[in-house]
């Protein structure tokens, strides 16, 4: 990055890298084990042959036969191959909250006192871990106004379907659960409030936005009626606009007898601020890989955070983390309870996670999170639509909460360019912007949202970039048509995503699909 | 090597500055002169062709004699096959389908053309769904959705068509209103047909939905609703359209693309109806009525599907009026609402307000209906 321009000269690996299954040779190993001693196998036995039988593969599994080094080779070409939050200004995924997980609380949970536990242990074994658990479910309690917590859904989408299990077990025990067969949504809550219902077995109606963006009060009218289980819906929506009128949406709901649960997993702009209590939500969850900090992880290990209000307490999955006054235990007695979404208590290491996070920030700090997300993200507004090409849908004039979903369709009707070939070039100057815009009303989405963690200055750097590649867009726009020039891989053909024979989500699926 | 076909209709959007609402017809083309209207085709049609330039030599592009294809090629300094013959500076709708019947039979593989509504029923006239073809929006009607949304990006879309960068297609509406009627004031448009147009997809959407649903598994998903949830007791009417005709696909039953069927349980009763068929079929009988907004442009009622006339729509009732559109359709409205003409402006303003449009299986959305 030179004085004059803000745009890096960026180059990122391209190691052409095989699958680690590509790079197995046959008998080759990490390490070799001694052969057992005599005196040894006179006590023990031969180690194996004492296990009980139903633990005993009848054949190996097929795992990749590789030397120590090469290992880490692999995985270094690979950690090469990446953009992410500790490496670039990572603000272009929106709805993602992107932020920095303080490494502190990671040494935490790879620390042996934590990692040599086993959720099998007498819990008068584990009394700290369920300390922290039960003293995170108070924070949550304290942030949403919700009444309880349970971290057993291992992400977001997990959490709804919860959510809509809880619904479901309401209604069954009012004996309505067959005449309540419809989940209302709005089109820019995310789309897994509308997904999770339906894999439920709920019909699904989802409101469109008016044209500020927002869901009509009437258009709910129209959807509510006795056929009415829930509602899902997120607010601020995937566009950053609040909705002002979200009581009057409970209030609706409540009265045609549905349930209301509140999607915030992305909750960054309003800790502190405003809560699912005070809107009169029954239900919410929080993901704390995205406004706690806990890391994403490539689609895990996460945690959806789920809060009920006391009415909805005897539905939550078993067991419940809980706390007599000397000392913490695990409640499996819930008669009501939808049963379990996860094996044993949530993925703790996120938990363990979110739980230092909040202690090093306070009630203050966490209000100070929000404040500093949505100055930021409200700098970054003013400053992309400076930008030709570049519009922000709905809401004109006014502040957002803690994200945008912009638009490129000026830029594209005038160049041609879209915003995949924005997001490709964007690659070379060492920067990410995401695809995922569901459901494409708006056209050539791009949704940024810069939490609290970056500085101006990095913020000013993104900024740049996009000036750059606009820049290119309209005098060459070739150059950005034929992106990346500088990243790991050129344009991918999705084609054949359309055409399952084609592709496969593990090595065992493509040898099965492939017949090798 | 690829052929592409160009026809332009060197005098489409000329009336459109001159304020007279269309080109259709000798006299109203000679009004606009006097008026001083200038062709605006060519230069429009200039701009999509400075998009394909580089594909020069991957393509062969025929064309017709000068101000119908010839010279704007040939300004590009491409090199274009010239066929056909026409009388220079009166050209007439029969040279477009003349034209496109040619390009036709020379087997191009995409036919662009330059024109409006007028254009579109020429060339849906003569070659109809045989060809695929994109429109280059240089009319002053432009009702029908077989254009691109400007020239440059029909230059964009008939490259990426050309190097199988774009493989589906898509049935898009032809649409064309009454000139006549419309100068002094009455609106009355007609669904003329479809013409197959290359399928943009959304790139963006594609990279994350990987096996995206494409418009047609959405209609036949709204399609399986649809028939879940007939009633024995009910007679349907189904209305012009394609989501509408995959109902009928579905069910195995003979049905009219243009026009209105009417079904009983399950079985056809009748096809192609107009409306006094439609009154004679309904009378004293429990009646649905299923009908899907034209793309783009939302149309619900008045616009193609006539015959379900107000008195028609009063009979069945607003409660049994079904509204199917896939959401790729409706998204294609960017926020407009549904749209109702029925002639009958009590009849619009009861029509208006919040509906619920069933947009997949065990799936539906509120939308707005203005009149």
Avoid at chain 1, 239 to 262: L, Q, S
Avoid at chain 2, 159 to 166: F, I, K
Avoid at chain 2, 267 to 276: C, G, T
């Amino acid at each position: 990055m030179t004085r004059e321009s803000k745009v890096r000269n960026f180059h990122q690996a391209k190691w052409d890298e095989p699958v680690i299954y590509e790079l197995s040779s046959k008998g080759e190993r990490g390490i070799l084990f001694p052969e057992i001693e005599k005196e040894i196998e006179a006590i023990v036995g031969d180690g194996i042959s004492k296990l009980p039988s139903n633990m005993i593969r009848a054949q190996p599994p097929n795992l990749p036969e590789l030397s120590q080094m090469q290992v880490l080779k692999h995985y270094l070409r690979m950690s090469q191959q990446t953009l992410g939050a500790d490496l670039n200004v990572d603000i272009g995924q929106g709805t993602c909250t992107m932020k920095y997980s303080p490494k502190i609380n990671e040494q935490f949970a790879t620390a042996p006192k934590f990692t040599e536990l086993h959720p099998s242990q007498d819990e008068s074994t584990v009394q700290g871990i369920l300390e922290i658990i039960y003293k995170l479910d108070l924070f949550l309690r304290e942030i949403s106004g919700l009444d309880k917590f349970t971290f057993q859904p291992g992400g977001g989408s997990q959490a709804i379907f919860a959510m809509v299990s809880i619904i479901y077990a309401h209604h069954e025990a009012n004996g309505e659960a067959e005449q309540r067969d419809e989940i209302i949504s709005t089109m820019f809550s995310h789309p897994s409030d509308a997904a999770a219902p339906n894999v439920k077995g709920y019909r699904v109606i989802n409101i469109y936005p008016n044209e500020d963006g927002l869901p009509d009060v009437e258009a709910l009218t129209e959807a509510v009626s006795e056929r009415t289980a829930g509602l899902l819906i997120t607010n601020p929506e995937d566009t950053g606009i609040f909705n002002p009128r979200i009581k009057e949406f409970t209030r609706i709901v409540h009265e045609a007898g549905g349930v209301c649960g509140y999607d915030q997993a992305n909750a960054n702009g309003v800790l502190g601020i405003t809560r699912a209590k005070e809107a009169d939500f029954d239900l919410c969850f929080f993901n704390l890989h995205k406004t706690f900090s806990s890391p994403h992880g490539c689609g895990g290990p996460a945690s959806g955070a789920l809060g009920v209000s006391k009415e909805f307490m005897k539905y939550l999955p078993v067991p419940l983390v809980e706390y007599d006054g000397s000392k913490y235990h695990l409640n499996y007695d819930i008669p009501k309870s939808i049963g379990k979404v996860r094996s044993f208590y949530g993925v703790v290491p996120a938990i363990l996670k979110a739980y230092s996070w909040i202690m090093s920030l306070g009630k203050d700090g966490l209000r100070e999170v929000s404040e500093i997300a949505v100055l930021n993200n409200n700098y970054l507004l003013k400053k992309i639509l400076e930008i030709r090409g570049a519009s922000a849908p709905y809401a004109k004039g006014r502040h957002r909460i803690e994200q945008v979903r912009y638009s490129w369709d000026e830029l594209y009707k005038e160049t041609g360019v879209t915003t995949e070939d924005v997001t490709c070039r964007m690659a070379d100057f060492g920067f990410h912007m995401w695809s995922s815009h569901h459901p494409f009303i708006v056209p050539q989405p791009f949704t940024l949202e810069p939490t609290e963690s970056y500085s101006k200055t990095e913020l000013d750097e993104y900024i740049s970039g996009l000036k750059k590649v606009v820049e290119e867009a309209y005098e060459n726009p070739e150059i950005v048509k034929g992106a990346p020039h500088r990243s790991v891989v050129h344009k991918i053909d999705h084609d054949p995503l359309d055409d399952p024979s084609k592709w496969a989500i593990t090595w065992r699926s493509y040898l099965k699909k492939s017949k090798k | 090597m690829k052929k592409l076909g160009l026809i332009i209709n060197p005098i489409a959007g000329m009336g459109g500055k001159v304020g007279l609402k269309g080109t259709d017809g000798l006299e109203i083309l000679a009004k606009a002169r006097n008026l001083g209207a200038k062709p605006i085709s060519p230069q429009r049609t200039i701009k999509t062709l400075e998009r394909l330039t580089s594909l020069e030599d991957e393509i062969e592009l025929i064309t017709y004699p000068g101000e119908m294809g010839e010279g704007v090629v040939k300004q590009c300094g491409l090199n274009p096959k010239i066929i056909g013959s026409i009388d220079e500076g009166n050209t007439t709708p029969y040279d477009t389908q003349q034209a496109s019947k040619e390009l036709y039979e020379l087997k191009v593989d995409l036919l662009l053309f330059a024109g409006g509504d007028g254009t579109a029923r020429d060339i849906y006239n003569s070659v109809g769904t045989k060809l695929v073809v994109l429109g280059i929006p240089t009319g002053v009607k432009m009702h029908s959705a077989v254009y691109a949304c400007n020239p440059m990006r029909a230059g964009d879309l008939a490259a990426s068509y050309l190097q199988g960068e774009v493989r589906e297609l898509k049935e898009a509406e032809v649409m064309d209103i009454d000139e006549e009627a419309f100068r002094s004031g009455i609106v009355s448009a007609k669904l003329y047909g479809y013409l197959n147009i290359p399928y943009e997809r959304n790139h963006v959407q594609r990279l994350k939905s990987g096996s995206s649903i494409n418009e047609r598994y959405s209609q036949e998903a709204i399609a399986q609703e649809i028939i879940e949830n007939m009633e024995e007791d009910y007679y349907y009417i189904i209305g012009p359209g394609t989501t509408t005709r995959s109902i009928m696909e579905r069910l195995k039953l003979e049905n009219t693309l243009l026009g209105v069927d009417i079904v009983h349980r399950k079985q056809l009763v009748e096809k192609d109806l107009s409306e006094k068929g439609i009154l004679e079929h309904i009378r004293e009988k429990k009646v649905k009525m299923i009908v899907t907004p034209i793309g783009g442009q939302g149309f619900l009622l008045g616009r193609g599907n006539q015959q379900i006339s107000s008195e028609v729509i009063k009979q069945i009732g607003k409660d049994n009026i079904i509204i199917i559109a896939t959401k790729q359709k409706i998204n294609s409205l960017n926020g407009q609402p549904f749209l109702v003409d029925t002639g009958d402006s009590d009849l619009d303003r009861m029509l208006s307000g919040f509906v619920s449009a069933v947009t997949g299986y065990r799936e539906s959305v509120i939308y707005r209906i203005s009149s």
